[in-house]
């Protein structure tokens, strides 16, 4: 028998509501400035946790619910911010980007196989979590601000290596977290 594409169980509608929930809470964690002044969140970690550790559809369908309830208007984002607010910055494409990023967490993940391993599960992070909202997030911030490429470019830079480091960690932990509940990744 073959699954609607879109079935969810109540197991799956949980999961992907308690990774919501992880992303809205590590949004209330103080922000890290790099010496040049540039702020890193934890944010972009739990995208990274709920592709790595929930597969693609269900960490896209947690992102997705995250960045409903900030254009809801509730202060999830980093800071205290709203939806409304994330969208119309400069940055706005990286929020934007939540739900595609999980997805390609997820879906890296699982083409790489093994999901219990500590390196394919960051590598998983990193080309999927930082990789692709980045390409989601440069041109946006580009097409917000009017700046010339390589500017934008050379700012988001800045960011590499505390995301690098939120990938590294996103793959220990998703590593970890498959060794010790092997059936969370099943249906």
């Known amino acids: 028998m073959v699954r609607p594409v879109l079935s969810l169980s109540v197991r799956d509608l949980v999961?992907?509501?308690?990774?919501?929930?992880v992303v809205a809470a590590l949004g209330l964690?103080?922000?890290i400035t790099l010496p040049?002044?540039?702020?890193?969140?934890?944010?972009?970690?739990?995208?990274?946790?709920?592709g790595a550790i929930l597969g693609a559809r269900?960490?896209?369908?947690?992102?997705l619910l995250f960045l409903l309830i900030a254009l809801a208007g509730l202060p999830v984002l980093a800071g205290g911010r709203t939806g409304l607010g994330a969208v119309f910055s400069p940055t706005g494409g990286f929020f934007l980007g939540f739900p595609v990023a999980a997805a390609a967490v997820g879906l890296i993940g699982q083409?790489?196989?093994?999901?219990?391993?500590?390196?394919?599960?960051?590598?998983?992070?990193?080309?999927?979590g930082v990789g692709v909202l980045?390409?989601?997030?440069?041109?946006?911030?580009?097409?917000?601000?009017?700046?010339?490429?390589?500017?934008?470019?050379?700012?988001?830079?800045?960011?590499?290596?505390?995301d690098i480091l939120k990938a590294v960690l996103a793959g220990l932990v998703a590593a970890t977290v498959h060794r010790g509940l092997p059936a969370l990744g099943t249906r």
């Open 15 to 21: 999961l992907m509501g308690l990774f919501a929930g």
């Open 29 to 31: 964690l103080p922000k």
């Open 36 to 50: 040049l002044g540039v702020p890193i969140t934890a944010q972009s970690m739990g995208l990274m946790l709920a």
């Open 58 to 63: 269900r960490g896209a369908g947690a992102m």
């Open 111 to 128: 083409a790489l196989g093994r999901p219990g391993s500590p390196i394919r599960a960051s590598l998983a992070c990193l080309l999927g």
């Open 134 to 162: 980045y390409l989601c997030g440069v041109p946006y911030w580009i097409a917000m601000t009017g700046q010339p490429v390589l500017a934008v470019l050379g700012n988001a830079a800045l960011f590499l290596p505390g």
